[in-house]
């Protein structure tokens, strides 16, 4: 085989290895972050629920808070009408239930976008490979 299409092969592969495949793995590993949080504000959003439909953010309950290496102790909530969400930059902000609710569903509908332009991104990552494997089949082909 010429020696300038085995080195194009090379070059080929080695950027497929080193480069298409880690931005894949990034691009999954943002992905995986970005759907659990919206699992967790979609847990969250089902406890409002579940709270605004029993009334026991008026009676209060009791709860246990992991306070680190697996150690709980028990918590009693008088007032759960009110919760602190975080809004980015480690800062918190106080919310009725149902202001709560009408941020996540937006901090929910924003997620979405961004798992949408992630799966995009990850499916032209994935046809770049391809592409790059059929050039370097047809390469390989040349005598």
Do not use: W
Request: with cysteine.
């Amino acid at each position: 085989m010429d020696p300038e299409i085995q080195k194009k092969i090379s070059e080929f592969e080695s950027f497929v290895n080193d480069v298409l495949k880690a931005d894949l793995a990034q691009l999954a590993e943002k992905l995986d972050s970005k759907n659990s949080d919206v699992a967790e504000f979609l847990q969250l959003k089902s406890i409002i629920t579940t709270f605004q439909n029993t009334d026991i953010e008026k009676t209060g309950f009791k709860t246990q808070v992991d306070i680190g290496s697996s150690f709980f102790i028990q918590a009693q909530i008088t007032d759960a009408s009110k919760i602190f969400l975080n809004v980015g930059l480690g800062h918190y902000v106080e919310f009725t239930l149902d202001e709560a609710l009408v941020v996540i569903n937006v901090r929910i509908k924003l997620l979405k976008g961004q798992i949408a332009n992630l799966r995009r991104a990850i499916a032209r990552t994935n046809a770049h490979i391809k592409l790059i494997l059929l050039c370097i089949g047809d390469l390989e082909r040349i005598k």
